[in-house]
């Protein structure tokens, strides 16, 4: 996997003497326990996260937090099983499975919002996260976003038989 910084920049940087999959896992743990804030600390100020299938972009702590709290709404028994991470420099990738009941409501990437459908959800993600001075900087979060509207029930019918026509 490659970097995103230079080797200089990562000797010169460092991960502030932690590791960064262990700052991964108190992440995913902080969203699991509902320690939001705690997990927020560990994310820097210039932080970037995108979630990519819907384009939204929230920045810094204050972003992470508005970020994993509307997962939360829509999720609320919501949690995250890693199935797998990879740690290789200043970068974490990590694979995920998401479950939860979607009991609140869903703000799209247009703003709309899908009502909840008390419709359980498994949803395979895969986020990557780069690290400098033992904070997040940029995190990307990739997942199937027709998935996770079959799932819930937010497909229009003429648009699931396209899909299945598509799928077969």
Known sequence: MATLLTQEE???????GVKTEVIARV????????????????VSEDCEWIDVPSG?????????????RSWIRAFPDGNI????????????ATEFIGRGTQD????TATGETIEPSGNAVELR??????YLGGQIVRARLYYDSL??????????TETEELVEQIES
């Open 10 to 16: 990562l000797d010169e940087a460092g991960t502030g």
């Open 27 to 42: 992440i995913y743990d902080g969203f699991n326990n509902r320690l939001l804030e705690d997990a927020s600390q560990w």
């Open 56 to 68: 939204r972009v929230f920045r810094g702590p204050n972003g992470f937090l508005d970020f994993e």
């Open 81 to 92: 099983e890693i199935t797998n991470m990879i740690a290789s420099h200043d970068l974490v």
């Open 104 to 107: 609140g409501p869903l703000i």
């Open 125 to 130: 993600l895969l986020e990557v996260t780069q």
């Open 147 to 156: 998935s996770l509207l079959r799932q819930i029930g937010a497909l229009e």
